[in-house]
Antibody, heavy 120, light 112 residues
Framework: QMQLVESGGGLVKPGGSLRLSCAAS????????MSWIRQAPGKGLEWISY????????YYADSVKGRFTISRDNAKNSLYLQMSSLRAEDTAVYYC?????????????WGQGTMVTVSS | DVVMTQTPLSLSVTPGQPASISCKSS???????????FYWYLQKPGQSPQLLIY???SRFSGVPDRFSGSGSGTDFTLKISRVEAEDVGVYYC?????????FGQGTKLEIK
């Protein structure tokens, strides 16, 4: 069964840091681009970053550029999001998602999400 | 950034009746390969988003054929031929041609 499981969320003070993880199983992780997408409480979806299978292609939304770092460890079938200089507006559920090149890069597998709360 | 504008933002439908959601993008989503990098997702209450439609009109595995997508370029539509109770949730359109990828605001579907 193909699945993604996020972890690492929690309560952090403004200016603090947090590292999210996304564990993949049931598919050849290294063959796929992976993305992080977030959803602020009661709000819509915001795509924030992607990384290709070899970690050579990375992109960030302007809202997180310079503060967040996406990475992956294909040997561990894991995706990461290192978040620093966190702000109240970063409060959200963070999802990892697989981009399936066979489906025109559609996000066909999503994790259950992990909640990040930035508050003093 | 490409702005994705969905209408309506909410929809109340009697079971068995049709429903339609429009999504307009501020830039064309038609690439030189002839494909539109456009998708529909559904987020059911309390769940993660799930893929419904990719490349405008292709249904994802397991998606009932009452769901259909159409459009090209900047104008797209999702139609549900006969709404069922399990279709409740928020529908999002998304584009993946221009970076950053962007979603519509979401359309909340409820059952009358």
């Amino acid at each position: 069964q193909m699945q993604l499981v996020e972890s690492g969320g929690g309560l952090v003070k403004p200016g603090g840091s947090l590292r999210l993880s996304c564990a993949a199983s049931g598919f050849t992780f290294r063959d796929y681009y992976m993305s992080w997408i977030r959803q602020a409480p009661g709000k819509g979806l915001e795509w924030i970053s992607y990384i290709n299978g070899g970690s050579g292609t990375i992109y960030y939304a302007d809202s997180v550029k310079g503060r967040f770092t996406i990475s992956r460890d294909n040997a561990k079938n894991s995706l990461y999001l290192q978040m620093s200089s966190l702000r109240a507006e970063d409060t959200a559920v963070y999802y990892c998602a697989r981009a399936n090149w066979g489906l025109l890069d559609a996000f066909d597998i999503w994790g259950q999400g992990t909640m990040v709360t930035v508050s003093s | 950034d490409v702005v994705m504008t969905q209408t309506p933002l909410s929809l109340s439908v009697t079971p068995g009746q049709p429903a339609s959601i429009s999504c307009k993008s501020s830039q064309s989503l038609l690439y030189s390969d002839g494909k539109n990098y456009f998708y529909w997702y559904l987020q059911k209450p309390g769940q993660s988003p799930q893929l419904l439609i990719y490349e405008v009109s292709s249904r994802f595995s397991g998606v009932p054929d009452r769901f259909s997508g159409s459009g090209s370029g900047t104008d797209f539509t999702l139609k549900i031929s006969r709404v069922e109770a399990e279709d409740v949730g928020v529908y999002y359109c998304m584009q993946a041609l221009h970076l950053p990828y962007t979603f519509g605001q979401g359309t909340k579907l409820e059952i009358k």
